[in-house]
């Protein structure tokens, strides 16, 4: 099944930003940009929270991140270390 366009963040910002603060509504919005409606929806109600809110968020993320990251170097010392033990169990017998 393919998968429909990728927009960037800034993109669904600025939608949202002329949807909110400037007072265009979403059909003609969404018309203007050839995205659906629905998806103008979503963005408005991921992307138009107070700032403190955003922060929090992108400091999830942010650890989110940092976190995937650490548990894949984990990941790969961990299987370095299972293949050494058999290479040595093996050269001991």
Not at 16 to 38: E, M, N, P, W, Y
Request: glycine fraction near 6%; aromatic fraction near 10%.
């Amino acid at each position: 099944m393919a998968r429909g366009i990728r927009y960037t963040d800034k993109f669904k910002r600025d939608a949202v930003f002329q949807v909110t603060d400037r007072g265009h509504s979403v059909a003609d919005v969404s018309a203007r940009l050839g995205i659906c409606t629905k998806s103008l929806y979503d963005w408005i109600k991921r992307f138009h929270k107070p700032d403190a809110e955003q922060a929090k968020q992108g400091g999830f993320a942010a650890e989110n991140r940092r976190l995937k990251t650490e548990l894949a170097r984990v990941t790969e010392e961990r299987d370095i270390l299972k293949k050494a033990t058999a290479y040595f169990a093996k050269e001991a017998k």
